[in-house]
């Protein structure tokens, strides 16, 4: 078979180092395709021939898919995977646990805990992640010395795990929300905040885009932010994330108080767009449902925290057919398996609805590999000239074995991954990240935080 060129100018050609890897089996745009010859050269796919001879290429193991998006990451909630269900407890008195956690955290000890957590998330597919930063000041709401730091912290963390990095600065102006306004900030709330949305503004000006990291914005909530100063932090250029409907209360105070849910509040804010995407979207009306569908926001589903925390299950399928694109996220990282996140999603809608099949495996590798909503519209699929960026994945475990090759997304593990490049480099090479033993280093950033808790 003819091989499939670029013909752009501004997509590398094949050359001399060009890099030529041959597979059984990969998940094309066009779906499975067989004896797959792929080239690579300046970081992005030069040739992607199906039906090709090895011809003395080097071998990728199981199935090729294109890189995960983690559209969703809170890399400092990883310290609370297994700590917060002694007694139980609600979407709120977890928060609280989260605040402990956050009180603890300084520049030094967020790179660790960052770079470990980013490792996880490459060992399971991710070769982008949105993270979702509020942790901006130090604990009494005191600026450090470069007002960045803990931003500068995740990019430092995420080179070192070598994946692609979306910093979705998150303005956090207000406690929270009632019947009669907004909450003043807690305390522990302090360093979440910049006190005004143009402080918030000033700040995320400095922040810079980069190679492998994007700067993008974010709307805490309609109950951290007031309504007036929610268009300022929209940027027709960048994406754009928030929290919308994650739990009824937020709803109810938003109705009390404003007399409309949070959608209509960023509709009317000029705040959807296909730029746009609204995490969780569990509490939706129908109403809220043709604002998101009708302006292609996106919807970022996170089912294994949304199950973790008892908040619900949101309606993935009427937001999709009412135009919304879909993303998936590990948010409080409890689970980090984005193939897991898929299988939950479509498992969710079954439950919910008493109808198996809601959604193809084309339509979950879709929303696996969403990193046009983190602002990288050439990374996500197996294409000539997008990024190079692959998983393979094992088609012979016990998870895997016998099963058809197209719809490995629904049988699929994190422990299945075997192999994953990030722009043409391997990070990931028979399940081992390239900075060694993962589960230690998650160790030695997590325990000192719970030394005297």
């Given at each position: ?7 752009d100018p501004g997509i ?266 609204a995490v969780h979207a ?131 593990s994190a422990a299945d ?37």
């Amino acid at each position: 078979m003819t091989p499939v060129l670029a013909d752009d100018p501004g997509i590398p050609g094949k050359s001399a180092n060009s890099q030529r890897w041959w597979a059984a089996h990969a998940l094309l745009p066009t779906g499975l395709a067989h004896d797959v010859l792929i080239e690579v050269a300046g970081g992005r796919f030069t040739a992607i021939t199906p039906g090709s001879d090895p011809a003395g290429a080097a071998r990728l193991p199981g199935v090729v898919l294109p890189g995960f998006a983690n559209a969703h990451s809170h890399a400092f909630h990883r310290a609370l995977r297994g700590r917060t269900h002694n007694h139980g407890g609600t979407f709120w008195t977890w928060r609280e646990a989260m605040y402990s956690v956050a009180a603890k955290l300084d520049p030094d000890s967020y790179l660790d805990l960052a770079r470990a957590t980013y490792a996880e998330m490459a060992l399971a597919g991710v070769t982008t992640v949105g993270e979702f930063h509020y942790l901006h000041h130090a604990p009494d709401g005191t600026r450090y010395d470069d007002p960045n730091a803990m931003a500068a912290a995740l990019m430092q963390a995420a080179t070192d795990a070598g994946i692609r990095l979306t910093v979705l600065d998150a303005c956090y102006l207000a406690g929270g929300l009632a019947a009669d306004g907004h909450l003043p900030l807690d305390p522990v709330q302090e360093r979440f905040s910049d006190g005004t949305v143009f402080t918030w503004a000033d700040r995320v000006s400095e922040l810079r885009d980069g190679e492998r990291v994007r700067i993008g914005h974010a709307i805490h909530s309609v109950r951290a932010v007031p309504s007036n100063d929610l268009a300022p932090i929209v940027d027709p250029g960048r994406p754009l994330h928030v929290h919308v409907s994650e739990q009824p209360a937020e709803n109810e105070a938003s109705e009390a108080f404003y007399g409309c849910s949070p959608t209509e509040l960023l509709t009317d804010a000029g705040a959807l767009g296909p730029m746009t995407t609204a995490v969780h979207a569990t509490h939706v009306s129908a109403f809220d449902i043709a604002l998101l569908g009708s302006s292609r926001s996106t919807v970022c589903f996170c089912p294994s925290t949304e199950g973790d925390l008892a908040d619900g299950i949101g309606p993935a399928r009427e937001l999709v057919d009412a135009g919304a694109g879909l993303s998936l996220g590990s948010d409080q990282n409890a689970v980090v398996d984005l193939l897991g996140e898929a299988h939950a999603l479509e498992d969710d809608e079954r439950l919910r609805t008493l109808h198996r099949g809601r959604f193809t495996p084309a339509e979950l590798l879709l929303a696996l590999t969403a990193h046009d909503s983190l602002g990288w519209p050439d990374a996500g699929a197996l294409v000539v000239g997008g990024r190079a960026d692959l998983v393979c994945v094992r088609d012979d475990t016990v998870r895997t074995a016998g099963a058809d090759r197209a719809q490995l997304v629904l049988v699929a593990s994190a422990a299945d991954v075997d192999t994953v490049w990030v722009d043409g480099t391997a990070i990931v090479e028979g399940g081992r990240h390239r900075l060694g033993d993962v589960g230690r280093l998650l160790s030695d950033a997590i325990f000192p935080l719970w030394k005297n808790g």
